[in-house]
Nanobody
Framework: QVQLVESGGGLVQPGGSLRLSCAASGSIFSINAMGWYRQAPGKERDLVAS???????NYADSVKGRFTISRDNARNTMNLQMNSLKPEDTAVYYC??????????????WGQGTQVTVSS
């Protein structure tokens, strides 16, 4: 059993900041790439940022310079620091991780999502 649990969402005014966290637990052998996705109402789920186990990062053009992804491999956690938030950042944010379980079976896992609302 593997679980991903997100936290840190909420309501923030335009220009504000939020920090999302994702914690992985359970029968984990190793975690490969991790990422944050978001889905706004009526839209597809899109990649926001990703990070490899070695720390290489990738960002959607719309968040470059405003969001920072990081991870702690020892604690199986990942964070997304979001600054200069805009109303168009409003969405449900999902944590995703490519995990190899203790049975040496690898697949992607998803968290339950956390709502981020940017509004005055």
């Amino acid at each position: 059993q593997v679980q991903l649990v997100e936290s840190g969402g909420g309501l923030v005014q335009p220009g504000g900041s939020l920090r999302l966290s994702c914690a992985a637990s359970g029968s984990i052998f190793s975690i490969n790439a991790m990422g944050w996705y978001r889905q706004a109402p009526g839209k597809e789920r899109d990649l926001v940022a990703s990070i490899t186990s070695g720390g290489n990062t990738n960002y959607a053009d719309s968040v470059k310079g405003r969001f920072t992804i990081s991870r702690d491999n020892a604690r199986n956690t990942m964070n997304l620091q979001m600054n200069s938030l805009k109303p168009e950042d409003t969405a449900v944010y999902y944590c995703n991780a490519d995990i190899t379980t203790t049975r040496l079976f690898s697949r992607g896992f998803w968290g339950q999502g956390t709502q981020v609302t940017v509004s005055s």
